[in-house]
């Protein structure tokens, strides 16, 4: 008899936390939701394989062999030829800008060394990419004698020189991006529990009968992680300098203003959940939502390139998307936020319209 009475009470109790799960709808949507999308993110915007490389060319020869080598560069699929330059200078600055991963250099005699079977030309790579430095070695040997009509003993070669990165270590790759992964992770999940952890111990009250407007409440919520943010960046990025040997070839001023740009969009999403959800454990679950994009899809595991184009739109959303761009051309390239104004006003109109939105979405008033 008391076997049974148990039995129906486990029953009840499991039949009452169905009830309160169904009730719960953002919980009740992160059961659906997060293996859903792990599904669709391994399954599809994940690809090894890397493809569509944007380089740029610089054809000194200006000659129809010239042509030909380009025509059979896209059919390898490997590289996407998106500029062309008269000079190796140009093509280098679009290099440490961002706007190519790799340029081509083709010499005023291109055709006499085709014809001697000489070296043609030379790759100029972005190393700090080890899977892009690996896919752009691909196009070191081509055989091009049914392109060029050219009959040749052995493929063609280019020189390859890696920049940034020769040594191809992985560290090298690493530690930049993972300012961008830790960052995302722990700002928005300080701020996304700022208003629910208020509502839940009560202070919400006390904020309530106070003068604070919710565009103030909001800054005041957001500038005490600002220093936890550039804390975590100098940890990291100091010990990936003295350990793994990461070099910092940036600007520390250039260094801070783009962190600091990406420390406050973060912040400033996280506020946005902490509006929407009712409890610290939701606003844990949408936090957890938008961190496993943010590590599968901004380019820190995988190469930008090598996602098919609808995920690569949904990367574009993040914040830390755009950093990855701007900490890795800083630190590894040398470059300036200057440099790649979209990631640089991506950040700053998210972080302004995203305050706006938390502030509207917030009530001074207890539901």
């Known amino acids: 008899m008391s076997f049974t009475n148990s039995i129906r009470r486990i029953k009840a109790i499991t039949v009452k936390e169905i009830r309160q ?10 059961v659906v939701m997060i293996p859903l999308i792990q599904l ?22 200006d000659s ?41 250099i083709l010499p005023p005699n291109l055709t006499e060394k085709l014809a001697n079977n000489e070296t043609l030309g030379q790759w100029i790579v972005d190393g700090s990419d080890t899977m892009i430095a690996g896919a752009m070695k691909q ?8 392109i060029t009509g050219i009959n040749t003993q052995k493929p063609a070669t ?30 928005i999940l300080f701020t996304s529990a700022a208003i629910v952890r208020e509502r839940e111990k009560g202070n919400l009250e006390l904020l309530i009968t106070t003068p604070i407007k919710p565009l103030e409440l909001m800054l005041g919520k957001i500038l005490p992680y600002i220093i936890v943010g ?30 600091l740009l990406f420390i406050a969009a973060s912040l400033t999403l996280g506020l946005i959940i902490s509006t929407i959800a009712r409890t610290q454990l939701q606003a844990m679950q949408m936090t957890i939502f938008i961190i496993l994009p943010t590590i599968l899809l901004s380019g820190f595991m995988f190469p930008f390139e090598a996602m098919p184009k609808p995920a690569q739109w949904i990367a574009e959303i993040l914040p830390a998307t755009h950093f990855m761009r701007i900490i890795r051309a800083v630190v590894l390239r040398g470059g300036e936020i200057g440099d790649m104004p979209f990631d640089t006003l991506w950040l700053v109109g998210f972080t302004v319209i995203g305050i706006i939105i938390a502030s509207l979405r917030f009530n001074k008033r207890l539901d």
């Open 139 to 146: 196009l070191r040997n081509m055989p091009l004698d049914q």
């Open 40 to 61: 669709l993110l391994f399954g599809y915007a994940i690809n090894t394989d890397v493809r569509n490389v944007p380089v740029a060319i610089v054809d000194q020869s």
């Open 230 to 259: 550039l804390i975590q960046m100098t940890i990291i990025l100091g010990l990936g300098h003295f350990i793994f040997d990461v070099p910092i070839n940036g600007s520390l001023a250039q260094l801070l203003m783009g962190t």
């Open 158 to 187: 280019f020189e390859v020189a890696l920049f940034y990165n020769p040594e191809q270590r992985s560290a090298v790759n690493i530690v930049p991006g993972l300012i961008a992964v830790i960052l995302t992770m722990t700002m």
């Open 64 to 104: 129809a062999a010239g042509r030909w080598i380009v025509e059979a560069i896209k059919v390898t699929q490997v590289a996407s030829v998106e500029a062309f330059y008269k000079t190796s200078t140009e093509a280098e600055a679009a290099i440490t800008r961002g706007e190519v991963r790799a340029a081509l």
């Open 21 to 30: 799960l169904k009730r719960d709808r953002i919980t009740f949507g992160m």
